[in-house]
């Protein structure tokens, strides 16, 4: 899969992004609580092997402009976030904090130099604690990888890896730290409202002194 399928697939996901957007806010009911996935509203930077032009995002339609190595997530999550500049390599991060890696050639790639690294910066709702491969039995050799500045970056190096032609991808996963889950200001109201309720019960079930 080139470029092509891919950006008309990022246009497609960026198209539908403001109606799908409105429709959650109206169908989450007030005060609910959300869960924060590990890479729910993440922005990330990239680079291959040093140099972040050489890697192409989403957000840019991977057109290789300055600072085009620097996207949000699909928020469809169909198409990748991004594309290494020679077109070798897709990145597919879903919030739920798996990363799929394609062999987008089209055909069979052996070892080379293919490292890159990516950074989330303050984007995060908590660090990442764990990356770990979870589906890598179409390609021959293990990815090295590693997280840096304190769970905001991690580093991925894909040298050693033998890759078929098909397109079916590696799979790692990505972990954080779970944030401490807050009440939204209308679940508070409502416990507030509970408990004054239940005290004005009280008082009038006492008996006179």
Known sequence: MKKRTWETLARTAITSA???????????????????????????TGSYNGSGAAMLGLDDLFNGSPNGNKTALDPLDTTVEFLSGDFAFGFDFAPDGTLSIYNNTGAALGPGDYRFRFDFGSSLASPITAFSVLDASMVGGLPQFAILNGGTALSLDLSSLSWGGDFIPVKMS???????????????SILLLGAGAIALARRRKAPPA
């Open 18 to 44: 403001a109606a799908i957007g409105t429709f959650c806010a109206l169908a989450l009911p007030a005060g609910a609580h959300a869960t924060v996935l590990p890479l729910q509203g993440a922005v990330i």
């Open 174 to 188: 990505i972990a954080a730290a779970r944030a401490a889950t807050v009440p939204e200001p209308g679940s508070m």
